[in-house]
């Protein structure tokens, strides 16, 4: 490697049009997925404390909330359920007229091209906050798998575009793709939420969907933050088992998992930037301590170039239009 002062690597950097054509990693609204919670009722637009600007919408106000995000270039939507009623089992998550499988028929209704990503998951709708049945005081894993299965072909019923397992139970994937499959749904893609951690960071988002655990926590299924090989075989496992897009989640802690299984498996790959990721900023720049445009778009540039291909993020509608100008 020849050096200073033959090479000087601030020549690249002395105007934006320079910067422009050096850059190696490009945000596009197309890179993105806004997740949204829906909500029974009629004229419901609850804004969720911890997350300035994200709100728990009634189906009404989801027309022009997909209509908005369409029109911004956006592709897809990821939908999170807020049921009427939480029972044992979760029984609103696989229900016809479940709140999901109709947000998902509003949807196809209206904005038919929007991509409609449906999160199966039973911690939503369950009266204890976990996201499968309890058996003797832990989730049964393989009866919650029966649950998840139902639940993705409800959602592909609806009309569903992609299902999303985020459980964390071992075999989901394999079950999901066994049961679409017998329903005629084998062209349905499956993203997997393959390497989720037990994260704090998911603390605002339980706040939206009403889904903190009534008794102990998720480590007994979402993986331990210090692993890395672990995410490997995750991600691996899910592949095998038939995922379409594998996941990690968080992201910005995780930029290393998502590093390294890009370039372990060149898979199409997912990160969540979650809800504490986005309220971290969001609170930060409303004190001004931080230039909240400033600091997202570095983030999720960040998450781009570790790897990902697309990102899940509360930001995304105020990423497309600062992207637009
Ligand atoms: C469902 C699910 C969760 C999130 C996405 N799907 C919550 C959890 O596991 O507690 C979190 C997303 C976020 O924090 O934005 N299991």
Redo the contacts with the bound molecule.
């Keep these: 490697m020849s050096s200073f002062p033959r090479v000087r690597l601030r020549r690249l950097r002395g105007s934006a049009a320079l910067r422009g054509l050096a850059r190696e990693t490009r945000l596009s609204a197309s890179d993105f997925i806004y ?1 949204i919670f829906v909500t029974h009722g009629r004229d419901v637009r609850n804004e969720i404390d911890p997350m300035p600007g994200i709100y728990q919408l009634s189906l009404d106000h989801l027309i022009t909330e997909v209509g908005e995000v369409e029109s911004l270039g956006i592709p897809a939507v990821l939908l ?1 359920g807020i049921p009427a009623k939480k029972d044992a089992e979760g029984t609103e998550a696989y229900e016809t007229n479940g709140i999901l499988q109709e947000a998902i028929r509003v949807i196809k209704q209206t904005a038919p091209d929007l991509l409609v990503i449906g ?1 199966v ?1 039973l ?2 709708y369950t009266d204890h906050g976990h ?1 499968g049945v309890i058996e003797n005081e832990t989730v049964d894993n393989d009866k919650t798998l029966e649950l998840l299965a139902k639940m993705a072909v409800c959602q592909a019923d609806a009309g569903a575009d992609i299902v999303a397992p ?2 964390m139970m071992d075999g989901q994937v394999g079950a999901i793709r066994a049961a679409l499959d017998s329903y005629g749904y084998e062209n349905l893609p499956i993203m997997a ?1 393959s390497a ?1 951690y037990a994260s704090g ?2 603390g ?3 706040v939206a ?1 009403d ?1 903190t655990p009534q008794f102990g926590d ?1 480590n007994g299924y ?1 993986m331990d933050p210090a692993n890395v090989q672990q995410a490997m075989r995750e991600i691996e496992q899910d592949i095998e088992e038939g995922a379409d897009i594998v996941m990690v ?2 992201a910005l802690s995780y930029l290393d998992v998502i590093a390294t299984a890009k370039k372990k498996f060149g898979y199409p790959m997912a990160a ?1 930037n ?3 990721e ?1 309220s971290m900023v969001k609170a930060a720049a409303e004190n001004e301590w931080i230039d909240g445009q400033r600091i997202t778009m570095e983030i999720l540039t960040s998450i781009k170039r570790a790897g990902a291909d697309m990102i899940i993020s ?1 930001h995304a509608k105020e990423m497309a239009r600062w992207l637009a100008v």
């Design positions: 997740p999170f999160d998951c911690c939503e996201c985020s459980a939420y989720k960071f998911y605002p988002f339980r969907a889904s998720r979402q989640k968080p969540y979650v809800s504490g986005y509360y």
